[in-house]
Nanobody
Framework: QVQLVESGGGLAQAGGSLRLSCAAS????????MAWYRQPPGKQRELVAH???????DYADSVTGRFTISRDNAKNTAYLQMNNLKPEDTAVYYC???????????????WGRGTQVTVSS
């Protein structure tokens, strides 16, 4: 089985910064894409940032220029550096990874349980 564990959430003031981490562990042959999603209160989950295995990245328009996604393949870990935070960034942030497990060689998506980010004005 594969587990994704997010950390680094918390409370920040508008204009501040937080860094989220997502560590994947378990039976992993390889990880292709990793991504961060968020779900604001009362709203649907949305894609925030995506990073391919080769390192190419994509961002939601609302976070472009403020957030940076990165990954450490040796540690099976993804990061989300969030700068110039705004109250509208308040949400539960989820990590997702597309993982190939040794037993099946099938690419499957796994999710973390989420970490709360709250930005005060």
């Amino acid at each position: 089985q594969v587990q994704l564990v997010e950390s680094g959430g918390g409370l920040a003031q508008a204009g501040g910064s937080l860094r989220l981490s997502c560590a994947a562990s378990g039976s992993i042959r390889s990880i292709s894409a990793m991504a961060w999603y968020r779900q604001p209160p009362g709203k649907q989950r949305e894609l925030v940032a995506h990073i391919a295995s080769g390192g190419s990245t994509d961002y939601a328009d609302s976070v472009t220029g403020r957030f940076t996604i990165s990954r450490d393949n040796a540690k099976n870990t993804a990061y989300l550096q969030m700068n110039n935070l705004k109250p509208e960034d308040t949400a539960v942030y989820y990590c997702a990874a597309s993982v190939v497990v040794p037993t099946t060689s099938i690419l499957s998506r796994y999710w973390g349980r989420g970490t709360q980010v709250t930005v005060s004005s």
